[in-house]
C-alpha cells in the first residue's frame, strides 16, 4: 500500500477499498480539521489521477482528536469519475 507523509505538518494514510467501487482516506493536520480535508482530498485527486480521473466525494468525517497525538483527522469516502467540468460553462 501506498503511505504518504506530506508537507506542512500534515500526515497521510493509505487509499483503502471501501467496497462497491468507492475507496477512503483519512489524513490529519496540525493545521485544524480544515488543512485535514484538503489533505485527504489531494491524495485522493492524486489517487484518481493516475487514471486520468478526479475524486468524487460522498461523504467526510471529521474528528478534532482523532490523530494519533490527538490532532484533528478528516476521513474521506470517494469514487473516481470524470470531473463535471460544463457546471461552469455558460
Do not use: W
Request: aromatic share 6%; proline share 2%; net charge positive.
Amino acid at each position: 500500500m501506498l503511505c504518504l507523509l506530506a508537507l506542512s505538518g500534515c500526515a497521510g494514510h493509505a487509499i483503502s477499498d471501501a467496497g462497491a467501487g468507492y475507496h477512503s482516506v483519512t489524513a490529519t493536520s496540525t493545521h485544524g480539521v480544515l488543512a485535514a480535508r484538503e489533505q485527504a482530498l489531494r491524495q485522493a485527486n492524486r489517487y484518481c489521477g493516475r487514471s486520468g480521473l478526479r475524486a468524487i466525494v460522498e461523504s467526510y468525517d471529521d474528528k478534532t482528536l482523532g490523530g494519533v497525538i490527538g490532532d484533528p483527522t478528516s476521513s474521506l469516502v470517494f469514487t473516481c469519475g470524470i470531473p463535471n467540468t460544463t457546471a461552469f460553462i455558460r
